[in-house]
């Protein structure tokens, strides 16, 4: 992640959220990194009404959803096909043992 790509990302949200805003302002958590502390970057989502709230440092894993509530059990399951992988002498995993491994987690 560069400056430039936090500045092309912040503008891809504004322009995929403005019309589905009730009110004027949107909130966009960030979770600190250095490319949402840029002048240009603040300067942004200031101009197009966006609040930001950081999440502090080292905790986005446990504050994001998603992660927790939806993909960690997926990644959990997912972890026990690759096992049963490992198991059967299969080190590498290619396209054709993670569809039926992914199909099996999910």
């Not at 589905?20 to 949402?36: F, K």
Request: proline share 4%; aromatic share 10%.
């Amino acid at each position: 992640m560069t400056n430039e790509l936090g500045i092309q990302w912040l503008r891809h949200f504004n322009k995929h959220t403005k019309h589905r805003t009730v009110g004027v302002h949107r909130l966009l958590i960030i979770n600190g990194h250095e490319s949402h502390d840029s002048l240009e970057f603040q300067q942004l989502y200031k101009e197009k009404q966006i609040i930001t709230i950081c999440m502090p440092s080292h905790s986005s894993h446990l504050l994001q959803p998603l992660d927790v509530g939806c993909f960690s059990p997926l990644k959990d399951a997912y972890g026990r096909q690759v096992e049963d992988l490992i198991r059967n002498h299969i080190y590498h995993v290619t396209k054709l043992e993670f569809l039926p491994a992914f199909k099996a987690a999910y």
